[in-house]
């Protein structure tokens, strides 16, 4: 089972559609299919965006089901890695205090690190494929194969 760190903004894009990849986090999460944690700080974040942005009760319901589910720890790491948005860090120095595989996020500054002691960062549909075991994220081999040297 991997450990992840979700980054708040994925909370917000997992509202907008509910079939979507970042929804599916979510139920994987419910499931037991992958171990997510939080700091007390991000916890706060996640609170705050239901309240902010969560007009529908169901929704609002959901997410807080969701963040009950969360493994809250204490951030015991104090790295500076992202070097444009030192705000991100904190989602760096819980994955390492969390032993995490993953921080999910849709946060360039993040996403551009790609990994840091073991850590990889990935988005969303990145992480979707990497769960569903398959290795063509966007699907370049899958549209080449069917269309062959058609453009080359």
Known sequence: MFKIVLDTNVLID?????????????????MGEVECFASYKILGEYKL???REVASEKD???????????????VRHRVQVIEYDPEDDK????A????????????????DVEEYEGIKMVDPDEFYFLMKGEKDPNGRGEWAELFGNLFQ
């Open 14 to 30: 997992a509202l907008k559609d509910k079939s979507s990849h970042t929804w599916q986090i979510l139920e994987w999460q419910k």
């Open 91 to 94: 989602f760096v120095n819980l």
């Open 49 to 51: 965006i239901i309240e």
């Open 96 to 111: 390492l205090s969390a032993n995490a595989d993953f921080i999910v996020s849709s946060d360039r500054h993040l996403l």
């Open 60 to 74: 609002r319901r959901e997410l807080e089901n969701f963040i009950s589910d969360v493994n809250v720890i204490e």
